[in-house]
């Protein structure tokens, strides 16, 4: 099973990036998926959820500015940042976990973005 993040980058404040994550090894379809994302010396930080039915969530500072959404025809997550501020600088991870297990069973190894003043 293989998760794997592209998109990331380095952009200036205001600006958006997209982020992707596709899976193989495994059908997205029947998978809860989330982003996380983390800085050095920092803990894991919860970004956004989406379960199997489309239904999502999202870390209460970001929402209205990120967009988590699935492609299950192309077992890709995808997360939409716009309005980027230098504190959204982090290392971005997708994860896949069995709806209605807790914990996540698959992670990807990140896509960097970086976002200048």
């Known amino acids: 099973v293989q998760l794997v993040e592209s998109g990331g980058g380095s952009v200036q404040s205001g600006g958006s990036l997209r982020l992707s994550c596709a899976a193989s090894?495994?059908?997205?379809?029947?998978?809860?998926m989330a982003w996380f994302r983390q800085v050095p010396r920092k803990e894991r930080e919860w970004v956004a959820y989406?379960?199997?039915?489309?239904?999502?969530s999202y870390a209460a500072s970001l929402k209205g500015r990120f967009t988590i959404s699935r492609d299950n025809a192309k077992n890709t997550l995808y997360l939409q940042m716009n309005s980027l501020k230098p504190e959204d600088t982090a290392m971005y991870s997708c994860?896949?976990?069995?709806?209605?297990?807790?914990?996540?069973?698959?992670w990807g190894q990140g896509t960097q973005v970086t976002v200048s003043s």
């Open positions: 994860a896949a976990r069995l709806c209605g297990r807790a914990d996540y069973n698959y």
């Open positions: 989406i379960d199997q039915h489309g239904g999502t």
């Open positions: 090894g495994i059908g997205i379809s029947a998978y809860c």
